[in-house]
C-alpha cells in the first residue's frame, strides 16, 4: 500500500511539473459546483451573469455528468488530465465548496491566478470548519486548509457570516472577504411572472402549492431522522376546491445519491435530480427543515419555515452531533420534534404572526446584504482583477 501511495505521489508530482510550464490564459474562468455536480449555487448564476455582459471570456465547467451546462460555456470531466489543464492554465477559479478542487493541483497555484471561494451557505447556525476541527478526519482538515490558504476573495451575504469567515475559515491575510451578498439569491428579486415560467418549466400548474422538504445531512449520514410520512403530511396541508399540495423531497448533495431512500408519485416528487436548489426554493410556498441553511433564503422571500427536529439534542451536542450556535434558537419557526407536531403547525399556520416574529427576528439578528444585484457586482469585481 505505502508503494501504491508513493507510485500516486510521484505521478501527481510529475503532472504538477508539467502543468506549470503552460502558461496561464488571461480570458479564462474555471467554475466548480459541489464537486461536479451540474449547473447551478453561486458559480452558476456568476457565469450567467458573465454571458449577459458578453465578456469576452472563456467559460469552463469542470463536471461529473450533467446536461444542463449551457452550450455557451465548455464542459470538462472533473477527474481527468484535462481538469488539471484547464485549472492550471485559468486566470480566475471559483469555487462552492473546500472539497471540489483535487488537493494535488492547489501546490502548483501558481502567481497570476485568483480563486474566488463562493461558500454555498452564508445562514450559519452549524458550527463549521476551524470551529469544529476536532470532528474533521485528517484528510479533509488538510484540503480545507490548503483551499484556504489559496483562496483570494470569498463571498457573504450578511454581517454575521462575515465574522464567521474571519474567525473560522483559515483565511490568509490577503484574501478579501467581500460582502456583495450571494449570487444565487438574486434570483428571489426576479418577481411572480419569473417565477410562474419556473413553475410552468418543472411541469407544475400555476395553481400547484408546493412544499419544499430539504434537510440537511448528517454526519454519520444517518437517514432515520427524516422519518416523515409524506402522503400523511400532504393531507394535513390547508385544502381548497383549486389547490393541489406537492411536496418537493431535496437532499443536501452530500447525501443525494440516496435519494431513492423515499417513495415518490405524482404528489411527492423527487427534488434531489434537479441542479438548481434557487429554483425549487423560488417556487415553494413554504418550506419544512432541520438545522440547513436554506431557512435563509426562505427569510429573504418572507415564506413560512417549519423545524422538523426529532434529533435536535443529538445534533445540537458537540460530542455526539454537529453543534449548534445560541442564534438557532432564536429563530422565529416553530419547532417540530414528531410527527404530529409537524402536521399541526402545518394546518394551523397564521400568516399574521409568522410576520411580525419574522420581521421583529429580521432587524434583531439578519442583516443580509442581499438585493438582487450580487452577481453583477462579483462579475464587476473579477472585471478589476482582470484588468
Same mark, same amino acid.
Given at each position: 500500500?505505502?508503494?501504491?501511495?508513493?507510485?500516486?505521489?510521484?505521478?501527481?508530482?510529475?503532472?504538477?511539473?508539467?502543468?506549470? &510550464?503552460?502558461? +496561464?490564459? =488571461? /480570458?479564462?474562468?474555471?467554475?466548480?459546483?459541489?464537486?461536479?455536480?451540474?449547473?447551478?449555487?453561486? !458559480?452558476?448564476?456568476?457565469?450567467?451573469?458573465i454571458l449577459r455582459q458578453k465578456l469576452p471570456w472563456k467559460l469552463i465547467w469542470l463536471v461529473r455528468n450533467s446536461d444542463d451546462v449551457p452550450n455557451r460555456i465548455k464542459k470538462i470531466g472533473i477527474g481527468g488530465f484535462h481538469a488539471f489543464y484547464e485549472l492550471s492554465t485559468a486566470r480566475l477559479i471559483i469555487s462552492n465548496c473546500k472539497n471540489n478542487i483535487p488537493s494535488a493541483f492547489f501546490p502548483q497555484k501558481k502567481k497570476n491566478q485568483f480563486y474566488l471561494q463562493t461558500w454555498h451557505g452564508d445562514f450559519a447556525l452549524k458550527y463549521i470548519e476551524k470551529e469544529i476541527e476536532d470532528t474533521f478526519s485528517p484528510g479533509y482538515l488538510v484540503r480545507s486548509k490548503i483551499d484556504?490558504?489559496?483562496?483570494?476573495?470569498?463571498?457573504?451575504?450578511?454581517?454575521? &457570516?462575515?465574522? +464567521?469567515? =474571519? /474567525?473560522?475559515?483559515?483565511?490568509?491575510?490577503?484574501?478579501?472577504?467581500?460582502?456583495?451578498?450571494? !449570487?444565487?439569491?438574486?434570483?428571489?428579486?426576479?418577481?411572480?411572472?419569473?417565477?410562474?415560467?419556473?413553475?410552468?418549466r418543472y411541469g407544475f400548474s400555476l395553481n400547484d402549492r408546493i412544499l419544499l422538504y430539504a434537510p440537511t445531512f448528517r454526519d454519520n449520514f444517518d437517514f432515520g431522522c427524516y422519518n416523515i410520512e409524506f402522503e400523511r403530511l400532504r393531507r394535513a396541508l390547508p385544502q381548497s376546491c383549486n389547490t393541489v399540495w406537492r411536496i418537493i423531497i431535496r437532499l443536501h448533495p452530500r447525501v443525494s445519491s440516496r435519494a431513492d431512500y423515499f417513495r415518490y408519485n405524482d404528489s411527492i416528487i423527487d427534488g434531489s435530480v434537479y441542479s438548481d436548489q434557487q429554483e425549487l426554493c423560488m417556487i415553494s410556498d413554504g418550506l419544512v427543515t432541520d438545522y440547513s441553511s436554506i431557512m435563509g433564503d426562505?427569510?429573504?422571500?418572507?415564506?413560512?419555515?417549519?423545524?422538523?427536529?426529532?434529533?435536535?439534542?443529538?445534533?445540537?451536542?458537540?460530542?455526539?452531533g454537529r453543534g449548534l450556535r445560541d442564534f438557532y434558537y432564536q429563530l422565529p419557526f416553530p419547532f417540530c420534534y414528531n410527527q404530529l407536531e409537524l402536521e399541526?403547525?402545518?394546518?394551523?399556520?397564521?400568516?399574521?404572526?409568522?410576520?411580525?416574529?419574522?420581521?421583529?427576528?429580521?432587524?434583531?439578528?439578519?442583516?443580509?446584504?442581499?438585493?438582487?444585484?450580487?452577481?453583477?457586482?462579483?462579475?464587476?469585481y473579477l472585471k478589476y482583477v482582470q484588468s
Open positions: 500500500m505505502n508503494s501504491s501511495i508513493s507510485l500516486k505521489a510521484i505521478i501527481k508530482s510529475c503532472i504538477r511539473r508539467f502543468l506549470s &510550464f503552460f502558461p +496561464i490564459q =488571461k /480570458d479564462k474562468v474555471v467554475f466548480l459546483n459541489f464537486d461536479g455536480r451540474g449547473f447551478g449555487d453561486n !458559480p452558476k448564476y456568476i457565469a450567467e451573469e484556504s490558504k489559496a483562496t483570494d476573495a470569498i463571498l457573504s451575504g450578511n454581517k454575521q &457570516f462575515s465574522a +464567521i469567515l =474571519k /474567525d473560522s475559515f483559515w483565511l490568509p491575510s490577503h484574501c478579501a472577504v467581500l460582502e456583495f451578498g450571494v !449570487p444565487r439569491n438574486d434570483l428571489y428579486f426576479k418577481g411572480e411572472e419569473f417565477k410562474n415560467r419556473i413553475k410552468e426562505f427569510i429573504l422571500m418572507k415564506k413560512p419555515v417549519f423545524l422538523y427536529v426529532p434529533d435536535l439534542k443529538i445534533y445540537a451536542d458537540k460530542t455526539t399541526s403547525c402545518l394546518s394551523e399556520f397564521n400568516k399574521a404572526d409568522y410576520s411580525e416574529r419574522l420581521s421583529e427576528f429580521k432587524q434583531k439578528y439578519y442583516d443580509t446584504f442581499d438585493d438582487g444585484r450580487a452577481s453583477e457586482r462579483v462579475v464587476d
